[in-house]
T-cell receptor, first 114, second 113 residues
Framework: AQSVTQLGSHVSVSEGALVLLRCNYS??????LFWYVQYPNQGLQLLLK??????LVKGINGFEAEFKKSETSFHLTKPSAHMSDAAEYFC????????????FGKGTMLLVSP | DAMVIQNPRYQVTQFGKPVTLSCSQT?????MYWYQQKSSQAPKLLFH???????NEADTPDNFQSRRPNTSFCFLDIRSPGLGDAAMYLC????????????FGPGTRLLVL
């Protein structure tokens, strides 16, 4: 079984500040991890994903995430927040063991103030 | 541009009146998914098609059905919508199952009166 925990349903930052969105996962097999972003009344868009290889993954819009197996974490960061980053962010996990589908976390709403 | 299209973007139906939501894709992906997303919640997988093979999640109510007549199209049928079925319905596709990226459509927001 797989699960994802996102700490903090809402995160507020000032424009230009560091963005840190936390994600911890549980998986009995090697995980594949994703971050998706959702703007109001839109579908989800992939930010980045970790499958194998380099544990620091760079995505679109200046975001990156680091897979830390020992901490079962995949936190999302961006050095400097922009107003356009305000959206809901979902962490998700799947595996490559036979048939597997995405399990999403509950999401974190990022609020960016001027 | 290759994409996932959902129609309509907003759908209003009456309590108990059947409704069909549609999804089409130009990505030629093997897998198509339907998710239900209620306000401020994570998307919840209802079912998916791997080619013509239908896979229902264990907790998906019988009230929800799906059809995939060909690779490009997939439909979500709600036989007797209840007030609790009001939600955003998201269609997604992926080239294969497992750790493949899923590409989402813009969603259809369903309102049940």
């Amino acid at each position: 079984a797989q699960s994802v925990t996102q700490l903090g349903s809402h995160v507020s930052v000032s424009e230009g500040a560091l963005v840190l969105l936390r994600c911890n996962y549980s998986s009995s097999v090697p995980p594949y991890l994703f971050w998706y972003v959702q703007y109001p009344n839109q579908g989800l868009q992939l930010l980045l994903k970790y499958t194998t290889g380099a544990t620091l993954v760079k995505g679109i819009n200046g975001f990156e995430a680091e897979f830390k197996k020992s901490e079962t974490s995949f936190h999302l960061t961006k050095p400097s927040a922009h107003m356009s980053d305000a959206a809901e962010y979902f962490c998700a996990v799947t595996s490559n063991s036979g048939y597997s589908t995405l399990t999403f976390g509950k999401g974190t709403m990022l609020l960016v103030s001027p | 541009d290759a994409m996932v299209i959902q129609n309509p973007r907003y759908q209003v139906t009456q309590f108990g009146k059947p409704v069909t939501l549609s999804c089409s894709q130009t990505l030629n992906h093997n897998v198509m998914y339907w998710y239900q997303q209620k306000s401020s919640q994570a998307p919840k997988l209802l079912f998916h098609y791997y080619d013509k093979d239908f896979n229902n999640e264990a907790d998906t109510p019988d009230n929800f059905q799906s059809r995939r007549p060909n690779t490009s199209f997939c439909f979500l049928d709600i036989r007797s919508p209840g007030l609790g079925d009001a939600a955003m319905y998201l269609c997604a596709t992926s080239r294969d199952r497992g750790p493949e990226t899923q590409y989402f459509g813009p969603g259809t927001r369903l309102l049940v009166l």
